[in-house]
């Protein structure tokens, strides 16, 4: 649950903290005074999009912080422990909006993602915004709907993993269909090709050895020039270094009989002499190996214009020749082998039709049994309600296709259109007349009867979900009077086994609170400004003689309030 919501800077709140009861809590307030705007600040701790727009004007930034009590909510303690953030009864969850467009997270005080905020919030709040409604007016919402009140997400999930299979095989199978022609007619053209790199036969890397070759034997006077020239310096000329260094090192050591200090020094110095042979040595070998012959010159010179005849042709460098070499070998491999490998594609696509048809089927076998269930749950809480001759129905069909339909699955040897949620197409229908038949919920349900549809689905959907929280925005639409006290009841009772936060423009709902928040439009030094209170009893009681009567609370609506508080 929520213990408490801190918000500073956002919108047209300057500062306000909440804390929030277990059960019911109530927002109340004249239309335009900022109800919504806490909403949405719950909104942006449970992962939504932030925007500037939400920075008080005049603020640096906004700062949203929740603290949720999660002893026991083992998802969210086992995400904490995965992710390495301190984990212990309470969450704490921030996040900062600054009007350069920066955002920024924190779980329990240390930097978060925001995907992580939505991971947990995802299993921490129901948030039914003002626009669910028209959601459920549109039928392709619905399977989602029936799949989470039926707890059948991970089969769907594990589902859509097959039916992407399926797209798979079948966009490998057409693309394949669709190269074999062009493949075929290039085939000719890729063998010229491949004979023309082959006559060469290139190794990568090939023309970068034959440069440095070519640039030794070019220069094969210049660099034994240099060899002798360098060894009459090191050893062989006259006052070479070798011999000054011999004369050095045998003072060094006359030194050292004085001085010990020149010992270092004479070893250092007898190292040097090591070198200079060593070098001395390796350039006499160099020099032997130095051959000059014009017809090698000759044959690397020819070998380098082929090679880069090569690069010009096919890429611009031999490891980009040798990678097209290797594409069009498997072209030629391809259209050699086409029947086979198209064969091979339709085989992986009738087996994998086969499984997805099969997990389909299974899924849509318990969609049947759950809608059955969910139809008799929904016509109870919707007879509570005030609608008493409700029928609900939860229409399931299929479409037959054909192999030429990507998204074609296999079920009792029949091709079935299927989606990444499975074979059924899903509409809630609704009658709530005697005699007439349940039609689509969008052709018959008024305002106030989509309400209570919506929360008859919800309270089904919590008895099994383990979200502590849920948050209705303007769940009173299109109700009054009688039926509203039947909604205030459901929600009441829903309120005892979750944590639920609504807002209501309704005396009857408002009355059936744990908690009271009354929502202020005021001014102050020259500008607007949102406040919230938390009600006591008797302010309780005022606010909702409010609701009935307007600004001015009579002693008549006082004792009507009494009533529905008490009643």
Known sequence: MLKSLYVRNFALIDEVQLDLAAGLNILTGETGAGKSILIGALGLIIGERASTDLVRQGADKAIVEGVF??????????VLAREGYDCNDELIVRREVTVRGTSRAFVNDS?????????????????????????????????AFLDAAAGLEEKVKRYAGAHAGVVESFEALRELRMRETQLRERQEFHRFQLGEIDAVAPRDGEDVEIQNELKILENA??????????????????N???????????????????????????EECGS?????????????????????????VEELRTRLYALSGLRKKFGGTLAAVLEYRAKIVEELD???????????????????????????????????????????????????????????????????SDAGSAAAVLVERKYVVSAPTGIDVIEFMISTNVGEEPKPLAKVASGGEISRVMLALKSILAQGSRLPMLVFDEIDTGISGRIASKVGAAMQRLGERHQIIAITHLPQIAATSHQH???????????TLTTVRALDADEHTREVAKLMSGEKITESSLRMARELIGG
């Open 334 to 400: 391809l259209a050699g082998n086409f029947d086979e490998r198209i064969a091979a594609i339709e085989s992986e696509l009738q087996e994998r039709r086969t499984a997805a048809g099969k997990l389909a089927a299974e899924l849509s076998k318990l969609r049947t049994a759950a809608a059955r269930t969910i139809e008799s749950s929904v016509e109870t809480m919707l007879r509570t309600l005030g609608i008493d001759k409700a029928r609900f129905v939860i229409g399931m069909r299929r479409r037959e």
């Open 517 to 527: 928040f009354v929502v202020e439009k005021g001014e102050r030094d020259g500008r």
């Open 111 to 143: 930097p978060a993602s925001l995907a992580l905020l939505k991971d947990l919030g995802d299993h921490l709040v129901d948030l039914h915004g003002q626009h669910e409604h028209q959601m459920l007016l549109r039928a392709e919402t619905h399977v």
């Open 221 to 238: 006077e210049r660099i034994v020039g240099l060899i002798t020239e360098l060894s009459n310096i090191l050893s062989e000329g006259e």
């Open 69 to 78: 009590d999660v002893r026991d909510n083992e998802y969210v303690r086992a």
């Open 272 to 296: 040097a002499l090591v070198s200079i042979n060593e070098i001395a040595k390796q350039l006499g070998h160099y020099a032997d190996r130095i051959e000059f012959s014009p017809s090698r």
């Open 240 to 266: 070479n270094v070798y011999d000054r260094l011999n004369e050095a090192q045998g003072c060094l050591d006359q030194l050292a009989g004085f001085d010990q200090t020149f010992n270092e020094y004479s």
